[in-house]
């Protein structure tokens, strides 16, 4: 967990070799024309109780005050890359991911909100039962503003550890999506990197597909609790499919796993 940083060299006085301690947790925050958010969001990560944790922002060449608000934060464990072209979304959540240094990552979109005890909450299951490969919380729903439109929703009966088989059919027979949106989850890395990350094969279904496929690895485990505040707004991604395009990839996805053993 520790990676050597060479900071010597032969011919200065330069100081040795320094130990960089990687963190358990890295939240991910892939950002894009984010300002009206991004300030809440990084304030409630930064003020999570469990301390073993980096953040990594990934702005996805920006044109507003994303670079300023970011250049405005002064805190250790904020790092931050900026892509020189924009990225579709799924390969700017994928890099974002690929930036992370922690066994645990949860990815957060710059909108969203977590709660203090969220990290502490996710990351205390994934250290206590290495067969789960996925750990989701409810999600209270927020507008623009903040103000709250549903409380605690998501999980439905996938609550406490849940067998990998038995919440790929909960999710089949629910015709939604149970886990939650990304900010919902947190999962190992190398298992994200072992399926292969999200991809464009379902992109209103993004999320849920990657979800099943982590359960491909191990476990499900539901907290039973709100941690996390999902924001709905007309610009998301669901926001911006049609329900005939959104109905025609859930019936896809769902005849895929109907046809995967």
Known sequence: TAAPVDTACDFCDAPAPVEITAPKVSVCIPAYQAQEYLQRVLDSVLAQTYDDFEVVVVDNNSSDGTAEILAGIDDARLRIVRNAVTLPYVDNFNLAVGHARGEFVKLVCADDILKPECLAAQ???????????????????????????????????????????????????????????????????????????????????????????????????????????FRVRGGSISGLTSVRTQLAQSLAFDSALQRDP
């Open 123 to 229: 990351a205390t299951v994934l250290e206590a039962m290495p067969e789960v490969a996925l750990v989701s919380t409810k999600c209270d729903f927020i507008d623009d503003d903040d103000q709250l439109i549903a409380a605690a929703r998501g999980l439905g009966g996938l609550q406490g550890r849940v067998a990998a088989a038995h919440a790929v059919r909960k999710i089949v027979h629910s015709g939604c999506n149970p886990v939650g949106a990304p900010l919902a989850g947190m999962f190992r890395k190398a298992d994200f990197h072992r399926v292969g990350g999200f991809t464009v094969d379902y992109p209103f279904l993004s999320a849920l597909d990657l979800w099943v496929r982590l359960l491909g690895c191990g476990d499900f485990y539901g907290v039973p609790a709100a941690h996390a505040a």
